[in-house]
């Protein structure tokens, strides 16, 4: 254990990576469960009114973020201070990524339909990160061997071929797939073959005169939505808390 610590994670300089991690993971987790009490009600804890204004906590998430980005690029990958800063990094992003719904949106839809947003983002970028400490490089270059690496082409090769990728799968309206190919390209290739979201840049492109291959798509995305919207949204008022329900309207009116 102690070797491959040293190997994986000490030497190639990843310790403050992890550490930004950690606190990033921590810091979402306990704003939740602070502003799920908040929201219901419970224990010592209130939303910050100065002067009747909303402080969101993506304001000082802000602030953490840019102490503890600037700080990590002053002092390197090594030593004490650089752990420091990527802990402040870590919770200034926590903060700010648990309301990217409302700067998306530029309003307060934290506990609505569109908050779900923010706890995605959380889940992917905590995702990514995983797949970066646990050695997956950019683009597919972690596959590169060590001849390829000494020339220049095969790397530019390399990175050109899975750009692609990753480029088809995102216009085929394939966010996640895109996002998680850039370090693993295999995924990228599986979003950039299947067939295109219906509502997607390149299905309006290049189905528009296909009725089979839009009829399919059309189909299939259907199919995926009712196998999986379900359990991805258990799964984030798990994380995250459920939206508020809104209410219908009386009968008879609008």
Not at 8 to 27: D, R, S
Not at 57 to 64: A, D, E, I, Q, S
């Amino acid at each position: 254990m102690g070797n491959w610590w040293h190997t994986n994670i000490a030497e190639p300089g990843k310790l403050p990576l992890l550490l930004a991690l950690a606190a990033f993971v921590l810091t979402f987790a306990i704003t939740r469960t602070i502003t799920r009490m908040i929201r219901a009600g419970k224990g010592p804890f209130r939303n910050i009114t100065p002067g009747g204004v909303h402080i969101h906590h993506v304001v000082p998430g802000v602030v953490l973020t840019v102490v503890g980005g600037f700080g990590a690029v002053a002092v390197g990958r090594h030593g004490v201070a650089a752990g420091v800063f990527a802990v402040i990094f870590g919770i200034g992003a926590g903060l700010v990524l648990d309301e990217f719904a409302l700067i998306l949106h530029l309003d307060d839809v934290y506990w609505t339909e569109e908050g779900r947003q923010s706890v995605e983002v959380v889940v992917l970028t905590a995702s990514l990160v995983l797949l970066v400490l646990a050695g997956f490089s950019p683009l597919g270059v972690d596959d590169v061997t060590d001849e390829e690496q000494q020339g220049r082409l095969s790397v530019i090769t390399s990175y050109a071929v899975n750009f692609c990728f990753v480029l088809i799968a995102l216009f085929k309206g394939k966010t996640r797939m895109a996002v998680i190919g850039t370090l693993v390209p295999f995924v990228a290739l599986i979003g950039a073959i299947r067939l295109a979201r219906p509502t997607s840049m390149w299905a309006k492109r290049f189905y528009r005169n296909r009725h089979r291959a839009r009829s399919r798509a059309v189909l299939r995305a259907y199919h995926h939505d009712v196998r999986w919207v379900g359990p991805r949204r258990k799964f984030q008022d798990l994380i995250g808390g459920a939206p508020d329900r809104v209410p219908l309207p009386p009968a008879g009116k609008p």
